[in-house]
C-alpha cells in the first residue's frame, strides 16, 4: 500500500544540518521537499493510518494522538534549532508529493508573508495560576483558627453562615488581586515582545496543573533578545504570594501562524 505526505512545516531553504537520524510522526525520517523557494518538511505514513477514515476513527483515540504529537513536536524541536519553521496543523497530510508542491503554489505569498514575520523570532509561553487553597490556608479566613490550621466546626449555623461569607471573601480578594498581577504581568512581557496572543484559561481538571489558570499567554520574542526576556519572567516568580508563574519554550511560532495555515489538507486514500 502506498504511503502518503504527512507535512510538519514550511521554511525557507537553511544550511544548517538537522540532528542526525531525525525521526518523527511514526518513527518515519524526516525529509526536505524544496519547492518555489521554499522547503516542506515532510515524512512518509501508511494509508492503513492517514487516509480520512482511518484518519477520523484515529483523532477520537487519545494514545494515538499522544504518540503522534509527540513525533510532530519532535521535528518541529529540531526545526526551530536551526531555522524559522512555519508550522501546520497536526497530521496534515497529501496524497503525494505533487500535492505538497501544489499547497505550497497555492499558498507561496502567504507563506513568504507569514516567514518574514516570524524570521528570528521565537514563541515563549507564560501561564500565571492561583495556588490552591489549603485546608490550612481555607482556616486563615475564621477567626480563631489562623494558627491552629483547619477551621474550627461551627458551633451553630449563624458561625458556619459566617465562615462561608469569609470563605467566599477571601477567594474572592485573591481572585482579583491574581487577576490584577497578571494583568500587570501581561502588559509588562507585551512590551518586551514582538507580538503577544491571550489563550483562554486551562481547563484545571484537563491540564492536571495545581491551582487555577488565570493567565495562559504567548509571546513572540526575537530570539537575541531571549535572555532578557526570561529574566524578567524569572524576577516575577515569588513576587505576588499565593501566585505561580511557569514559563515554557523557546518553541515555534504556534500561536502567531495564520489559522489558515493550520488546516488539514488530507486529499486522499
Known sequence: MTGLRYVYAICRPFGAPLQAELTGVGGAPAKLLHHHGLVAVVSDVP?????????????????????????????????????TPLPLRLATVFRDDSGVRVMIEAREEDFRRTLDRLEGRVEWGVKVYVEAETPET???????????????????????????????KAHEDSWLRAERFAGRLHSLLSAHADAARLHPPQNAALSRAAGQNV????????????????????????????MRVELTGPWAAYSFVDLEFAQSEEEGS
Do not use: C, M
Not at 141 to 163: C, H, I, M, W
Open 138 to 168: 481555607a482556616g486563615t479566613a475564621t477567626a480563631g483558627t489562623a494558627e491552629s490550621g483547619p477551621p474550627a466546626k461551627p458551633a451553630s449555623g449563624r458561625d458556619y453562615l459566617v465562615q462561608r461569607r469569609r470563605r467566599a
Open 215 to 242: 493567565l495562559n499567554a504567548a509571546y513572540l520574542v526575537p530570539r537575541k533578545e531571549s535572555e532578557e526576556f526570561v529574566e524578567i519572567v524569572d524576577r516575577t516568580k515569588g513576587e505576588e504570594p499565593g
Open 47 to 83: 494509508q492503513r493510518d492517514f487516509a480520512e477514515e482511518p484518519l477520523r476513527a484515529h483523532l477520537e483515540d487519545l494514545d494515538w494522538l499522544a504518540a503522534t504529537a509527540r513525533g510532530h513536536q519532535q521535528v518541529i524541536d529540531a526545526l526551530t534549532a536551526v531555522t
